[in-house]
């Protein structure tokens, strides 16, 4: 699998978030997937608790790039709530991490299927 990074930063006031394959070269902005879920009207957000809709939107993309448009559905608020809204300012995180975490929470989920009560 090539390897894939995210990254955020606050510039400006605004949160911008990329993607960049680190074998195919550049970085660009990560869709914000409104076609799946349209959570926010004004972009992306992490690590702060009025950012409620901001979060979900950047956890949502986040997962339909690294694991697929049904997983991100499945799973965004959760990723939201554990990873995405404790992000510091500025922030890298890889492709394999968020697969990681999605690995863990469905093992988990088979193990235990009394704690899905979505």
Excluded at 90 to 114: C, F, G, H, S
């Amino acid at each position: 699998m090539t390897p894939v990074i995210y990254f955020g930063k606050r510039l400006a006031g605004e949160c911008l978030v990329y993607r960049q394959n680190l074998e195919k070269g550049p970085r660009y902005l990560l869709k914000q997937r409104r076609d799946l879920a349209d959570y926010s009207q004004t972009g992306y957000g992490w690590g702060r608790p009025e950012q409620g809709p901001d979060q979900d939107q950047l956890a949502l993309a986040l997962l339909a790039d690294a694991l697929g448009e049904d997983e991100a559905l499945e799973w965004d608020h959760d990723f939201c709530e554990e990873i995405v809204e404790k992000l510091p300012a500025e922030w890298v995180m890889t492709q394999e991490r968020i697969m990681d975490w999605y690995a863990r929470k469905a093992q988990d989920r088979q193990l235990n299927p009394a704690k899905t009560a979505d």
